[in-house]
């Protein structure tokens, strides 16, 4: 498993991943969306702190030069 994100995308789904947890925790978001939210900021947790993301491998591409 090779790194293909840079750091730049790293810090971005970082960000977005503490955002959704933060609205999902303090509950303006609820129910469904706020549960799909909560997956997605996982994820993106995830991906960011690995800096590897499988979507980019299906489809051959990189954002790290």
């Known amino acids: 498993m090779t790194v293909n ?3 730049w ?3 971005v789904r970082f960000v977005v991943a503490v ?3 933060y ?3 303090t509950k303006m978001v609820s129910g469904v ?3 799909v939210l909560l997956i997605i900021a996982i994820v993106f947790l995830l991906v960011s702190l690995v800096g590897f ?3 980019y491998k299906v489809f051959n591409f ?3 030069k």
């Open 5 to 7: 994100m840079a750091s």
């Open 9 to 11: 995308d790293r810090i």
């Open 19 to 21: 955002i959704f947890g």
């Open 23 to 25: 609205l999902f925790f």
């Open 33 to 35: 969306v706020g549960i």
């Open 53 to 55: 993301c499988p979507l």
């Open 62 to 64: 990189s954002t790290k």
